[in-house]
Structure formats: structure tokens, C-alpha cells
């Protein structure tokens, strides 16, 4: 095994500590910003009391003080980057009154006294991006009011972290992590003058990425629609300070805003947030429908999103949301779950089946989130259909996806497959989904084709709000909705038992819920699971 001297990062990384990469890091402190873009985004009030209370919770972690321990070692990774991002100004702002304005400066001043050069992962450029653009961007929030002692020094920071981000960027940074750096860097051009370098540096990466990182139905690479939600609101910021500072708009990145938009609208459920898929939250309402109104760009949600891999039926008020597609390439599969033709079923604004969602601490949470079993699937032998890497990723994946997709007067049917299970038990999973024109009337097909003497479990996680209960001696199950609305659901072709479940789809608390299971063991060749689930007029 190679020494840690043979790692070119630890060689960069000894080099940013040196005191005399912090000279180099000096220069000419701006007396003022040149622009500041517009920030639209709400914040949650909720979550600026707890700020001025001393609570600072981000990633699943709360610690509480008076004042945060900014050094590198406080916390879980996922905190620091939460708190040393500053998005959470915004949660400040939403408090008002002078008591929040004093309460930001204090802590971006204890910031800044503790971090005068590098400070390993916290100054990472996608960490770096983040601070860069809410200091710069809610600089009216915290700043404008300040004497001009501490207005110096957020100016003179701004330029030494800008300055480091230009060296760096994109670094290790991939996906929408490498999105948010290229906005730090715009963001940094426009604001601080004589930073022509900086954005020429940084429109060349965004025209490589957005190639790279937006695909041809509007779908972002890494195929969850909260990462989906994020990359589509850096870029409106990008398109919003690149107009601030009077600089031309270049059409990828206009192209890129009005392709994703529509596709972010196909990820919502009937109440207005997003489905869980690929370590996604439903995130909130609100900044979703910000991010819309901000994009400038219609389009209705679309049908189909083959480039990315998602199936969307809508009938009635019915809505079916089904993944069918490959997760993404190594390096961009961090929030990647192993969830092959999972899907998830609404009626209106009520959930009904659902994936169990994501924690935001990962780890041991994530292991047991992404997991097959955590899904609207179908697991055999309790194995996961790909590799589940505890800190991010996936290992072994499926190496086939199919997907076929038919309309007929209203009617739709969606025929998919994958080959996940082929290499440990010799089986290929085939879905069928159907979904009649009045959206009362669903019905599926599971086909395992292989080998027999294999268990399976065919899944129905249920939305914490919908009461189940076994029917007809156990032969079919009954789900009551909040709103009084009933559907029976009747399987073939194993044993059905209602079992316990989680769902994590916000915060960090996960809410104790069911789901149904359908049972059984592959026979030979062919083993057929079929399944209706039929919205009953009266509800015993």
C-alpha cells in the first residue's frame, strides 16, 4: 500500500495549510460590492429562532451554543458543510428585526476570526460556493447596515476565499456539487470588481457541465429530483447575478433552465412536493414553487423521461411515478438508492404508496434507506438489486434496463425490466403497470424469470397518513385515506401480510408507518405476481 505521501491531495493539502499560501491568498480588499444579484429564496423562521436560540442543526445533527465550533473537526461532515455553507442566513432573515441581523454578523464575523486561510473540507468548492454566493447574495440582509470595519473585513474574506476557488475549482467536486462551486466563482466575478479572470474561468465550466450534467429530457444526471431541485435553482442564480452584473446569458444555460424546469414539475406529487426517489426528500412547497416562478419558463410536466429514467402516469386525479432507469455513472451516484422499478401512487394531494425516503445523516440511515426493501419493489432473497456503499454510491448495479411505454384512449401501460438480480440468482424482474383513463383502476404485473427456490417480497410501503387492514381472510387489503377515499388492493401469486414501515420524507425524524408485502418463492422459468389496486365506492 502506497504511504499518504503518494496521495497528490495530501501534497495540496499541506500546501494550503502553509502560512505562506495564506500571503498568497492576500490582495487589493474591494471597498464595495459591484453588484448585488437579487436573492429570492424563503427562508424558514422556524429555523432562524432556533439559530438565535443556539441550536444549529443541519445534516440530521443538532449542537447546541452559544456560538458554533467553526473549527474543521466540530461535527459530523455534513454539518459542517451545513453550517459553514451559509445557506441558513436566509432562515435568519426570515425572522427580521435587528436582533437576527446582529446575530448574522456575529456569526460571520466568528467566522471569519477563525478561518483567515484554508481549513480542509470546509473550503471545498462546493462548500466554498455556498458561502460565497449567500454572503454576496444576502449582503443586504446582514451587511449593508454594518459599520465599515466589519464591512471590510467580509470584503476582504470574500476575496481571499474567491481567490481560492478560482486555483481549485472544479477540484473533486462532481455533479450538482460542482454547480454550486461554478456559481461561488460567477457570483464572486460579479460582486467583487477586477475579477474579469473569474469569470471566464468560470463560464468555461459551466459550459462543459451543463452538457455533462443536464440531459436531453430536462433530467439532472444524478436522477433525484431534490438534487434535481437544487441544480435548477444555482443555475437560475447563475442566469440572475450574470444580469446583475450586465453580462451576457450564454443559451446553454438559458436552454439548460427551460428544459429543467418541466421536468421538475413531472417529480411533483399532488401536494406540491417532490417524490422520493434516489435519496430525495419531498422538500418544501414553497422554494419549490419559487424555483418555478424564478425560471421564467413554461412548459407542463412531461409524460415520459427516458434520457433520465422515469415513467410518470396521470389519469384522474391519480398520479404513478415509476423509476426505470440505470442509476448514475460512478462519481455522480453519491444519492443513488438501489430502487429498480420502484414507484410511488397519489391521488390528488394524498400519498398513498410511497418509497420510505432519505435521512439527511446518512450513514447507518442511509445503508438502510437506499436499500431495495425500502422501496415499492420487488427484493429477492432480501438482497439489494445493487450494491449499497455506506458513505455514498453505488457498487454491483443492474447492467440492463428495458422500458416500453403504451397509450390507448386515455389508458396507459408501462412494460420494464432489469437485470440486477441475474448475476446471484439468475433472475431478470419484469413490471407491468397500468393505469386505466379514469385513474380508479391500477392494476401490476411482477415477473421474476429464472430459477426456482428463490424468496421474494413484492413491497407496498404506505404514506404514514393511510390506514391499512387485511380483508377477505387475508386475500386482499383495504387503505383508508385521510379524506374518507378507500382502495382495495388484491395480489395473486403470493401471501399478502401487512408489516411495519418508515418514512423519512422530511427532516431527520422518521415517522413510523406500513406497508403490505406480497410473499413467496420464484418456481421454475416463470413466477407471476399479479396485483389490482381499485378505488371502492364504499368504505366498510
Not at 126 to 132: K, P, Y
Not at 493 to 499: L, N, P, R
Request: net charge neutral.
Amino acid at each position: 500500500m502506497g504511504s499518504q505521501r503518494d496521495n497528490p491531495g495530501w501534497f495540496r493539502s499541506l500546501a494550503y495549510r502553509s502560512p505562506l499560501y495564506a500571503l498568497t491568498l492576500g490582495g487589493k480588499v474591494p471597498a464595495a460590492l459591484a453588484c448585488v444579484p437579487t436573492d429570492p429564496w424563503p427562508g424558514d423562521s422556524a429555523r432562524g429562532a432556533a439559530l438565535l436560540a443556539g441550536r444549529y442543526e443541519f445534516s440530521g445533527e443538532t449542537i447546541i451554543a452559544d456560538e458554533p465550533d467553526w473549527s474543521p473537526e466540530a461535527g459530523s461532515p455534513g454539518w459542517r458543510a451545513g453550517l459553514h455553507g451559509f445557506e441558513w442566513l436566509r432562515d435568519l432573515r426570515a425572522q427580521a428585526g435587528d436582533d437576527a441581523r446582529r446575530h448574522a454578523r456575529m456569526l460571520v464575523g466568528g467566522w471569519i476570526d477563525r478561518n483567515t486561510g484554508w481549513q480542509g473540507e470546509t473550503w471545498s468548492p462546493e462548500v466554498l460556493g455556498a458561502r460565497i454566493s449567500n454572503w454576496i447574495g444576502l449582503h443586504d440582509f446582514f451587511c449593508l447596515s454594518a459599520d465599515d470595519v466589519f464591512r471590510a473585513r467580509v470584503f476582504d474574506s470574500l476575496a481571499r476565499q474567491a481567490r481560492h476557488l478560482y486555483r481549485v475549482l472544479p477540484g473533486q467536486a462532481e455533479g450538482a456539487g460542482l454547480i454550486q462551486g461554478i456559481k461561488g466563482l460567477v457570483f464572486a466575478a460579479v460582486a467583487l470588481p477586477g475579477s474579469d479572470k473569474h469569470m471566464a474561468a468560470a463560464l468555461r465550466l459551466l459550459q462543459r457541465e451543463l452538457p455533462r450534467q443536464i440531459l436531453p429530457d430536462g433530467g439532472h444526471v444524478e436522477r433525484s429530483p431534490q438534487r434535481h431541485l437544487h441544480v435548477l435553482r444555482h443555475l437560475i442564480d447563475i442566469r440572475a447575478a450574470l444580469r446583475a452584473g450586465r453580462a451576457e446569458v450564454p443559451d446553454a444555460l438559458q436552454h439548460a433552465i427551460d428544459r429543467m424546469t418541466p421536468a421538475l414539475r413531472f417529480f411533483r406529487h399532488g401536494d406540491n412536493t417532490l417524490a422520493l426517489f434516489n435519496g430525495g426528500q419531498e422538500a418544501d412547497a414553497t422554494t419549490i414553487d419559487a424555483v418555478l416562478a424564478q425560471s421564467d419558463a413554461r412548459g407542463r410536466p412531461l409524460k415520459s423521461m427516458p434520457h433520465t429514467g422515469y415513467e410518470r402516469l396521470l389519469a384522474g386525479r391519480t398520479l404513478v411515478l415509476i423509476d426505470v432507469g440505470a442509476a448514475p455513472p460512478p462519481g455522480l451516484d453519491r444519492t443513488a438508492h438501489a430502487g429498480p422499478l420502484a414507484f410511488e401512487f397519489s391521488v390528488g394531494r394524498e400519498r398513498v404508496i410511497v418509497n420510505c425516503g432519505a435521512h439527511p445523516a446518512g450513514g447507518v440511515w442511509r445503508r438502510a434507506l437506499a436499500a431495495t426493501a425500502a422501496h415499492s419493489t420487488v427484493t429477492v432473497a432480501e438482497t439489494n438489486a445493487a450494491e449499497v456503499l455506506e458513505a455514498a454510491g453505488l457498487g454491483r448495479r443492474p447492467a440492463s434496463f428495458g422500458c416500453e411505454r403504451i397509450e390507448n384512449q386515455g389508458a396507459t401501460l408501462v412494460e420494464a425490466s432489469h437485470d440486477g438480480y441475474l448475476r446471484a440468482f439468475g433472475l431478470t424482474h419484469h413490471r407491468r403497470l397500468y393505469l386505466a383513463d379514469d385513474g380508479e383502476d391500477m392494476r401490476g404485473e411482477d415477473l421474476l424469470e429464472g430459477p426456482a427456490g428463490h424468496p421474494f417480497a413484492l413491497r407496498f410501503h404506505l404514506h404514514p397518513s393511510v390506514q391499512v387492514s387485511l380483508v377477505q381472510s387475508g386475500a386482499a387489503a383495504l387503505l383508508r385515506l385521510p379524506s374518507g377515499i378507500g382502495w382495495r388492493l388484491r395480489a395473486t401469486g403470493g401471501t399478502i401480510e401487512v408489516a411495519e414501515s418508515i418514512y423519512v420524507g422530511q427532516g431527520q425524524e422518521p415517522r413510523r408507518t406500513s406497508q403490505i408485502i406480497v410473499t413467496g418463492t420464484t418456481e421454475p422459468d416463470r413466477t407471476s405476481v399479479k396485483w389490482a389496486l381499485r378505488r371502492e365506492r364504499k368504505v366498510p
